[in-house]
């Protein structure tokens, strides 16, 4: 028998891991790939597979140690190399250079008799995470288990990030061989899902060998047993380094999880001001959440960006009757946290007025058959997002943002309009691009593609982006108006409410004219008054005259 000592591989470009769950123990036998310890850094949760097989005898590591690349965990006891060699299957000449290696030589020799069978060959696909843009996203639900068969476009996972949620579908058919991702993992563009056993051949065996090859190997492994595999595996982690927090310019370390760094990233805390309570000082959700607590009760404004606003008492609701906690899905939080943001730093203002839509609506209600022809169906909305972008060009101050800098102005040669779809999961902005260089009927089928990939949430990052403008709708349940809260950066926004019909005095007698009341609310730092004033007097003139549109 052998005492085999194991080390930490490779921890995949973080310095040093924190040891948070021991999964074996003295005495217990472990085969090939089983899990010895689970690792946290910086970057991610890991879990460290055994290398050999065999009984721990030590364990030299425990619960809470920090450790490096190459640190002793356990030591395993092994059978001698002349017992691994006499119970193998196959004799192997150790005095050849292939006896290194025998896995891979009786792989390869398993694929030559295949291959001479005529047997079909499977493989193993890594399927990443496709483009979801820089943000990264969290997985809300898994929607397959390993040894699942899947079929292409099945969905894999749901993911859910700060603009909308999205399924993330199989971009191959085979079977679920392995899963390396969980629910609540934040996941960035190219992290690795899930294994998948497929009947197409690798993509590109070469490149594994060569990946192979290159691994480094130490000069006391020359002694190992012959079964052992020549290096340990290297622990990826499923997020790109350029997106995790950096140390402290003053040196300092921060012991903290990646859960607890993404709460600290969205309170905007510097954690080397929280005082940790896990093991040698270790930083947990609790500390955060007392720092949050202690910092608004104390009106110190560090969460609040300087406001200084207090918060609201704490009422315990229990005392008056039954209630019931639901949790809050992440949109909804995220859309909260944006109103609030947007409400403290732009100063709103709500102008309101009527369109008379009379011609408009006879007009659009003599279209049906053409609708019905055209498979389209044309609501106010289009007409309404249409003359949006005739006044957007016409008056180009609410085609504008403020630049970071509180120095400029940015002018926009473009005019994308979003608009407002009220979903299960939450509101989401959609954003229609060129909405000036488009007819009615093109705008009237994207409002209806774009709000129908919103409440199946196949929305992508880039269909919520570039936004000049936005127009909220509310039909049917509007009322008589409203005061939307602007979509920062841009600096206007539209509030369509319930059109009704009034008697309109047309200098001789009242006339029944269909009114519908729009809501206004600019950023009166980029607008005026009197911009809109007139930028609202053309949307209505555009709405009640469509021909207007043309000249």
Not at 131 to 158: F, H, K, M, R, W
Not at 301 to 327: K, N, R, W
Not at 330 to 353: E, F, I
Not at 441 to 470: N, S
Request: hydrophobic content about 40%; overall charge negative.
């Amino acid at each position: 028998m052998t005492i085999e000592k194991i080390e930490i591989p490779d921890l995949g470009g973080a310095d040093e891991a924190e040891i948070i769950e021991v999964c074996v123990e003295v005495g217990s036998e472990v085969s090939v790939e089983d899990s010895l310890v689970v690792l946290e850094s910086d970057k991610a949760s890991m879990e460290v597979p055994s290398p050999l097989a065999g009984r721990v005898t030590n364990l030299v590591a425990s619960n809470g140690d920090t450790v490096k690349a190459g640190s002793i965990i356990l030591e395993i006891e092994t059978a001698d190399a002349e017992e691994a060699a006499a119970s193998a299957p196959v004799e192997v000449d150790e005095s050849s250079p292939e006896s290194k290696l025998p896995e891979v030589e009786l792989e390869s020799e398993a694929e030559a008799e295949a291959e001479n069978s005529g047997e079909q060959q499977t493989s193993l696909l890594q399927v990443p995470l496709p483009d979801i843009g820089d943000e990264p996203a969290e997985v809300i639900e898994l929607s397959v288990a390993v040894g699942d068969e899947i079929a292409v476009e099945d969905t894999l996972l749901v993911l859910e990030s700060d603009k909308a949620s999205m399924e993330v579908p199989s971009p191959a058919a085979g079977r679920v061989q392995a899963i390396h991702v969980k629910e609540g993992d934040s996941l960035n563009t190219g992290a690795v899902l899930l294994d998948l056993q497929t009947k197409e051949p690798a993509a590109a065996p070469a490149d594994v060998q060569a990946a192979q090859a290159a691994q480094p190997s130490s000069p006391d492994s020359a002694g190992e047993s012959a079964a052992a595999p020549a290096s340990a595996p290297e622990i990826q982690s499923n997020r790109p380094s350029s997106t995790e927090p950096q140390e402290p310019a003053d040196g300092s370390v921060v012991y903290a999880g990646p859960a607890v760094r993404k709460i600290a990233r969205e309170f905007g805390i510097d954690l080397r001001k929280v005082q940790g309570s896990g093991p040698k000082g270790r930083i947990l959700k609790d500390d955060v959440q007392e720092f949050v607590k202690s910092t608004l009760s104390a009106s110190s404004g560090a969460i609040s960006g300087g406001s200084g606003i207090q918060p609201i008492p704490e009422v315990d609701f229990s005392t008056f009757g039954e209630i019931e906690l639901v949790p809050m899905s992440k949109l909804h939080k995220l859309t909260a946290a944006n109103m609030q943001r947007s409400w403290l730093n732009v100063p709103h203002v709500t102008q309101y007025d009527d369109a008379d839509i009379t011609d408009l609506e006879d007009f659009r209600k003599s279209l049906k058959p053409v609708m019905e022809s055209k498979g389209v169906k044309l609501s106010p909305l289009p007409f309404v997002l249409k003359a949006c972008a005739v006044a957007l060009q016409r008056h180009p101050k609410f085609n504008s943002s403020l630049h970071a800098d509180g120095q400029q102005v940015v002018y926009k040669k473009f005019c994308h309009i979003g608009m407002a779809v009220d979903t299960p999961a939450g509101l989401v902005v959609p954003v229609i691009r060129d909405v000036d260089k488009k007819s009615v009927w093109e705008i009237g089928a994207e409002v209806l593609e774009l709000a129908a990939k919103a409440k199946d949430r196949k929305l992508k990052p880039d269909d919520m982006q570039g936004g000049c403008f936005t127009v909220s709708s509310l039909g049917n349940i509007g009322g008589l108006g409203f005061t939307p809260i602007i979509n920062a950066p841009e600096v206007g926004i539209l509030g369509v409410s319930r059109m009704t019909v009034k008697p309109v005095f047309d200098g001789k007698e009242f006339q029944p004219r269909k009114m519908l009341p729009l809501s206004l609310s600019y950023d009166h730092r980029a607008v005026n008054g009197g911009d809109a004033g007139r930028f609202m007097t053309e949307l209505c003139s555009l709405l009640a005259d469509i021909r207007l549109q043309l000249m």
